[in-house]
């Protein structure tokens, strides 16, 4: 049986370009220039193999199209700076949330939702914050937002919010569902039409029932750190996250530790493995593989984790400029995105500064290929790998 053919998309956020390449030989199919994606808000799985962005700095929504003649298929404005985009399990209802940027705390209370099929997008004002957010299915489309001091879910009805009138009105949630104040990742499972949100003490989850949501027991952690990112791994029906313990120092963050944190949903049944200490962010989901990157200055490596858990360890090469002991791995440092499809077996890993790509069989752990760019990635930059109907868009939430 003959692979679908696989496309990275590898954003050069600082400088400004998206490549697309083909996966593995790595040939140039398409390219933007002169664009800004949002990394933090990152890229968003659509049907049919396409990917939504935000562009920071020209303040647009992008739907891109890498098996498509042209890559561009549509930008819409939104406000910025992004902090998070989702959509519904359709594909068609966006929603993009506004915070921090590179600002010392968040300052916009901006809101933007829009219709892809229509074009038609509106502007309103709810709270300032760095808010998470989904967008549900089952019915008309809801708007939940994930706020925080105070903590709280907020739902909005999405053809209220579309229907504001001009000059970004602020809008008044019809449902609130109460949250701890520390909520920091979020998650939709179209299938069972439950919103998770990532807190201290555990995941809160809640399901729709109508126009409002119904909170249901939290899933601990089952360890003493937590996670601050969640993903929904659209080929077993779970939830991902790492769970970061240690010092609460950034400056010791060679000494944090972490654990791969995977929560089946359907057998209510927690796993946790752990990755070692360092920096470990998000990961990625390929066919048979969940994917981390761990970045430490005794050395870096790409852990691939199987259907059982076990692990496989690759090495990477060192980046110039990346995080030092006594430094934080934020500010100023080098690092590195990894991307998957669930429907390949290849990862990509890129090398910060380097404007390199790793591109990894998950199968052995071998490198299949090295790829060089013309431009540098500098803080890593940020990648998605799709192939054309790999089901990765059954994850609404963008990463």
Sequence with gaps: MTAAPAVLLVSD????SVHVRAVPDGTETGRLTGRHVSEHAGFLALPGGRVACVDDRRGELLVLDP?????????VPVAVPAEHLACDPSGRWIA????LGRNTEPWSDLLTVADLRTGEAARVRTRVGEPGVTVLGGGEPLVALRHREPGELAVHRFADLLGARPG???VTPHALL????DGHGDAQAPFSRHVFSATGEGVHRARREGDVLVPEPPIPWE???RGWYL???TRRRALWSTLRGGPTDPRRWPDWTNQAWRHDLETGRTRVTELGPGLVFRLALARHHTAFTRIHPDGDELILLDAHDTDRRVPL?????APRRGGTPWEGVQRRAVAASPGADWIAVTRGGHGEVHVIDARTGHEAARWRLDTPLDHGGHAVLRTRSDGADGDPVGR
């Design 317 to 321: 090469p060192a980046m110039d400029g």
């Design 67 to 75: 098996f498509a003649d042209e890559l561009l298929e549509a930008a």
């Design 223 to 225: 360890a003493p750190a």
């Design 231 to 233: 993903r929904l791994d």
């Design 168 to 170: 970004c009105p602020p």
């Design 13 to 16: 956020h600082v400088h400004g």
């Design 178 to 181: 109460p949250l701890p104040d």
């Design 96 to 99: 993009v949330t506004t915070g």
